[in-house]
């Protein structure tokens, strides 16, 4: 995994870039080519999220992005949505279905209903044949248990998003074939279970992400927005928690992008 690929930068896989919080998008992109971030996906999280990152991705040539309904947005669902998701992956510069699947982090949570719709994109995501991006927030075992009954529905690649859970459970979704992404909270010393992860797992399963505008790096504690300028720093803690040069992360990172979201040649 060593040496360099042309044209490699610094990755985002997971951003939100349309809501508003960065006031001109064009000097955000332009800072982040300037420090060396190529690529950001910004992931859907509903129909309006989803049609405007395809929109951003139509006009400028480094943003990528996901279409898909997330777990705690689902009171805004109504029958057609799918359908409009299903139109959005056919975009040449749509990489995956997402972000989707399980939290269970508020009280009023409708389970069924969230596994219902998780279920019906995983199964439109194998259809389509393209990779899912996978929210999962105090679900672990509901989680683990719901995608290995699943596995087949994988097949074209699944990334978890912000990975949570235990190092134990990182080894079960490894066994799936999925990727983990890890963002600015992993760059603090008290984050032990991420950084714990980040150590464990394969190399050629790790992925950069930001959340932003939420999720700032250790540097940026307290800030807001975050932007996916962060990358660089999540690369360089990656990069020491594996014991590898932070041009060699960088690389690696991008490789493992390329592979799991093919779009992203486009």
């Not at 898909?68 to 669902?77: D, M, R, S, W």
């Not at 690649?157 to 859970?165: E, F, K, M, R, V």
Request: aromatic share 8%; charged share 25%; hydrophobic share 35%.
């Amino acid at each position: 995994m060593t040496g360099s690929l042309p044209d490699v930068g610094y990755i985002d896989v997971h951003c939100h870039l349309t809501g508003g919080e960065y006031g001109d998008i064009s000097a955000l992109l332009a800072e982040l080519e300037g420090i060396g971030v190529k690529k950001v996906v910004t992931a859907g999280f509903d129909i309006p999220s989803s049609t405007e990152g395809a929109k951003l991705a139509e006009k400028y040539p480094s943003v990528y992005f996901t279409a898909g309904f997330h777990p705690t947005e689902l009171k805004k669902y109504k029958d057609g949505d799918l359908a409009i998701i299903k139109q959005l992956l056919s975009h040449p510069k749509c990489v995956a279905l997402g972000e989707i699947g399980l939290d269970y982090h508020y009280d009023d949570t409708d389970k069924p209903l969230q596994r219902r719709l998780f279920a019906s994109q995983l199964e439109m995501a194998a259809e389509v044949g393209i990779p899912v991006q996978i929210h999962s927030r105090d679900c672990a075992e509901d989680m683990l248990t719901f995608l290995k009954e699943r596995a087949d529905l994988l097949k074209n690649g699944a990334l978890l998003h912000c990975y949570s859970h235990s190092v134990e459970m990182s080894a079960e979704f490894s066994g799936l074939g999925i990727y983990f992404s890890f963002g600015g909270t992993s760059t603090y010393k008290g984050s032990k279970r991420a950084r714990k992860s980040i150590a464990a797992i394969s190399e050629e399963r790790l992925l950069t992400e930001t959340d932003s505008p939420y999720l700032p790096p250790a540097s940026k504690y307290g800030t807001f927005p975050n932007t996916p300028a962060s990358i660089p720093e999540i690369t360089a803690n990656m990069a020491a928690l594996k014991g590898v040069e932070e041009g060699e992360m960088k690389d690696i990172v991008w490789r493992n992008a390329h592979r799991l979201f093919k779009k992203l040649a486009n």
